[in-house]
T-cell receptor, first 117, second 108 residues
Framework: DTGVSQDPRHKITKRGQNVTFRCDPI?????LYWYRQTLGQGPEFLTY????????KSRLLSDRFSAERPKGSFSTLEIQRTEQGDSAMYLC???????????????FGSGTQLSVL | GQQVMQIPQYQHVQEGEDFTTYCNSS?????IQWYKQRPGGHPVFLIQ?????EVKKQKRLTFQFGEAKKNSSLHITATQTTDVGTYFC????????FGQGTTLQVKP
């Protein structure tokens, strides 16, 4: 399977605990994005990487959230001291940049569903 | 902040009827993309529109990008049960911003 992989698919945690999610993008894609989606809403941008560099981070993202892509391949998203409001689907997407505006198709993974009790 | 608004939120149609969802931005977009998300699934890319006034067709789906590059629409002709899902537009500003989506239910 050469798609975007996310692990785990589901995570249940207690409020105050830390959680970490992993995303493996399509191997030739240099851009990796994290989105958050709640029920009835569209994906909300969190952050993105080009290779290992984190180029943009949403202003809505609190300092409890941190993301890394240390070798420009897989990425991790960590949430510290989780709150009930963090419950959501966390989606990872990837694409290859450099095609101008004609090829900006995002490939999404299946997501990690986080439930904070 | 930058927003992309999408209407309606829900649409129930009888199989064979047409369906349209509309997307609007307060600012000019570089391009607009459309995605479909099946129940329990993840967004899947459908198409990207770049040029002012652009119209693209995929079988029964017709996508339009407004002249001012601030609005877009997706029209499905003669809906089928396989069209069920949520359709999202995503406008490119400095980053890709998704609308709230239109959830389509098709009654057989």
């Amino acid at each position: 399977d050469t798609g975007v992989s996310q692990d785990p698919r589901h995570k249940i945690t207690k409020r105050g605990q830390n959680v970490t999610f992993r995303c493996d993008p399509i191997s030739e894609h240099n851009r990796l994005y994290w989105y958050r989606q709640t029920l009835g809403q569209g994906p909300e941008f969190l952050t993105y990487f080009q290779n290992e560099a984190q180029l943009e981070k949403s202003r809505l993202l609190s300092d409890r959230f941190s993301a890394e892509r240390p070798k420009g391949s897989f990425s991790t998203l960590e949430i510290q001291r989780t709150e009930q409001g963090d419950s959501a689907m966390y989606l990872c997407a990837s694409r290859q940049s450099g095609g101008g505006t004609t090829n900006e198709k995002l490939f999404f993974g299946s997501g990690t569903q986080l439930s904070v009790l | 902040g930058q927003q992309v608004m999408q209407i309606p939120q829900y649409q129930h149609v009888q199989e064979g009827e047409d369906f349209t969802t509309y997307c609007n931005s307060s600012t000019t977009l570089s391009n607009i993309q459309w995605y479909k998300q099946r129940p329990g699934g993840h967004p899947v890319f459908l198409i990207q529109l770049v040029k002012s006034g652009e119209v693209k067709k995929q079988k029964r789906l017709t996508f339009q990008f407004g002249e001012a590059k601030k609005n877009s629409s997706l029209h499905i002709t003669a809906t089928q049960t396989t069209d069920v899902g949520t359709y999202f537009c995503a406008g490119r500003l400095s980053k890709l911003i998704f609308g709230q989506g239109t959830t389509l239910q098709v009654k057989p």
